[in-house]
């Protein structure tokens, strides 16, 4: 019967027809493995969601009790590490070192209002070969080469004005995305901007996590509550988006003919605990309950058809009140289709920032000695951590 039927069919129509049967099916098997989504209402479901745990150590890489001070983020250009510090009567914002012979060489970045001199940055967005600055303020964006960057120059080698929308907000963060910039921060219609290199808006795409506030929010304090604390990777070959913030994770595919962001799952585990929101000296703040507050996701990072993430899941009180500097006890791995694949327990809790270096051998981060109370660069072995995820998917 289904024969004698499909004989009447032109070739192109069946052609169309299968076209979209597998479409469906694809759909269907989707639905399918992300439904466990509709069951997260916390950090703990999101966590407990991962369904296997393996416990595992890092190494001490650079234990340097001298110049690693008060580090909160990493980033890598070509082989120069950055270590990213807190204020704290620093006058810079990075101390530099050699990631392969792991000596220090120096400060960089100077905090002032001077010439070549920056209040706040705010987006750091590394390659082999440059380095590029947010700064926040004076909203432009600021590259250096790897060698003025070695050479501990404060001076950009260019700089171009960031050129958004009149009626948006100020830009937090901004990541590099194929030849262009993908910013975040207080956007009128979109969650995220698309800018060229040069800091020119080309377009928005993408929608805010839910939030639950008696009042409307203006886009101000959207971006203050969903653009800072971000992070972004890409696949191999730039085609999926992964972004997070507090409160979710997004995946994106990105078809570079038609320019269009397809926002394919989404996860979100929580919502702002909002207090109060307002405006002082004109500029937005939203207070949020620190007892309905934790610490979530860390850095991204796209490794194979992976990602990976630093987790917390601790509260914020209870962080305040214990003082936890370290509050990252999990590795979290997904992959590309939002199906969770393990988790890792890690048996030094680190810092949120996590990075790969640029021949995919290591990840590394940032841990405070139980001990000592000196800070350490930590790293995980990749391939390691690959074998665990492939014997686990092969059970």
Not at 185 to 213: I, M
Not at 271 to 292: H, L, N, Q, R, T
Request: hydrophobic share 40%.
């Amino acid at each position: 019967m289904i024969l004698v039927f499909l004989n009447f069919i032109h070739f192109s129509k069946l052609k169309t027809f299968y076209y979209f049967l597998i479409i469906y099916f694809f759909l269907v098997a989707c639905n399918s493995k992300n439904d466990w989504t509709s069951e997260i209402k916390s950090t703990e479901d999101f966590i407990n969601a991962f369904p296997k745990e393996y416990r595992i150590k890092p190494e001490i890489y650079i234990d340097d009790s001298i110049n690693l001070i008060t580090p909160v983020s990493i980033h890598l250009v070509g082989d120069i590490l950055l270590v990213n510090n807190a204020f704290l009567g620093n006058k810079y914002f990075f101390s530099v070192f050699d990631l392969k012979s792991k000596k220090y060489f120096g400060e960089f970045l100077k905090r002032g209002k001077g010439p070549h001199e920056y209040l706040r940055i705010g987006g750091v967005e590394n390659s082999m070969d440059s380095l590029m600055i947010l700064d926040y303020y004076k909203k432009r964006l600021c590259y250096f080469s790897q060698e003025s960057v070695r050479r501990l120059n404060n001076k950009p080698d260019i700089c171009y004005p960031i050129q958004s929308a009149k009626n948006d907000g100020n830009i937090m963060q901004m990541f590099k995305f194929r030849n262009m910039l993908i910013g975040t921060g207080a956007f009128v219609d979109g969650r995220f901007g698309l800018f060229s290199r040069k800091g020119v808006l080309f377009k928005k795409f993408g929608e805010y996590p839910y939030f639950n506030f008696k009042d409307t929010l203006s886009v101000d304090h959207m971006g203050s509550l969903f653009g800072i604390k971000c992070s972004f990777c890409s696949n191999m070959d730039n085609t999926q988006l992964a972004f997070t913030s507090e409160y979710s994770i997004n995946l994106y595919y990105y078809n570079y003919e038609s320019d269009i962001f397809s926002d394919y799952f989404c996860v979100q585990w929580g919502s702002p605990a909002i207090a109060d929101v307002g405006y002082k000296k004109g500029k937005p703040f939203v207070a949020k309950w620190i007892e309905e507050s934790y610490a979530t996701a860390g850095d991204l990072v796209s490794v194979g058809k992976y990602i990976i993430f630093p987790f917390s899941g601790l509260s914020k009180i209870d962080i305040a009140r214990y003082g936890i500097t370290d509050y990252y006890k999990y590795l979290l791995v997904m992959d590309w289709e939002g199906n969770p694949v393990v988790r890792f327990s890690l048996d030094k809790a680190i810092k949120g920032s996590l990075i790969k270096d640029n021949s995919e051998e290591y990840l590394y981060s940032i841990h405070t000695s139980n001990s000592s109370g000196f800070r350490q660069i930590m790293r995980f072995d990749i391939e390691n951590l690959l074998n665990i995820i492939e014997q686990n998917e092969n059970k």
